[in-house]
């Protein structure tokens, strides 16, 4: 959706994943949403009574539904899908990132799990479906590709864990080769996974 498209309700829940992103969940505030939002402050207790909690849990869901959704725009564009292009896929997106617009922003689910998992139930929970929202496209993207039902859970896992430990690791290097070596390392035994299939 575009960004003018967006209602002010939306509007927030994206802003707060993008500072959320950069800055982690503690040096967020609602001051700092609204203003990148474009939204009167007051708003903020209108669309989330909830208060910091509720708008961090939406954005850590939105997220989640954006990784989602990207798994089946990668495979769209594809024209002969295989495990290792869907997980070059994926890693390419952050190289592109990294390399276009720097090292600052990471993935607000992993921000959120650091700064929350420990205190903030509601949002270690966001956090875990946010993660699972991701994995289950995945999985049957890898089935549908011939990797064995049984197996393609486990595969999501090693996919989508593998992309935030390297994005981690470029951030702290400021550097995307983490990211391009998960993505050669790791392809090839994804497509053995779904030859084995046969």
């Not at 967020?28 to 990148?36: M, Y």
């Not at 993935?107 to 205190?119: G, I, K, M, N, Q």
Request: net charge positive; hydrophobic share 45%.
């Amino acid at each position: 959706m575009a960004e003018r498209e967006r209602g002010p309700r939306e509007r927030m829940v994206f802003s707060a994943a993008q500072l959320i992103r950069r800055d982690g969940v503690t040096a967020t505030g609602l001051r700092d949403v609204a203003v990148h939002a474009g939204a009167p402050r007051g708003s903020l207790q209108h669309y989330f009574p909830g208060g910091k909690e509720q708008l961090v849990n939406e954005a850590v869901e939105w997220a989640g539904r954006y990784a989602s959704e990207r798994v089946a725009r990668f495979v769209a564009a594809m024209p002969r899908p295989t495990p290792s292009r869907l997980f070059a896929a994926m890693v390419g997106q952050w190289v592109e990132e990294f390399t276009s617009a720097g090292f600052e922003r990471g993935c607000p689910v992993a921000a959120a799990t650091v700064d929350c998992a420990d205190s903030v139930a509601s949002t270690r929970a966001a956090s875990a479906e946010a993660f699972a929202a991701w994995r289950r496209p995945i999985a049957r993207e890898l089935a549908a590709m011939g990797v064995p039902s049984r197996r393609a859970a486990g595969l999501a896992t090693l996919m989508v864990g593998s992309l935030e430990g390297a994005i981690l690791m470029a951030r702290a290097e400021r550097d995307v080769r983490p990211l391009r070596t998960v993505a050669r390392e790791l392809g090839p035994y994804l497509d053995s996974c779904a030859l084995q299939s046969g």
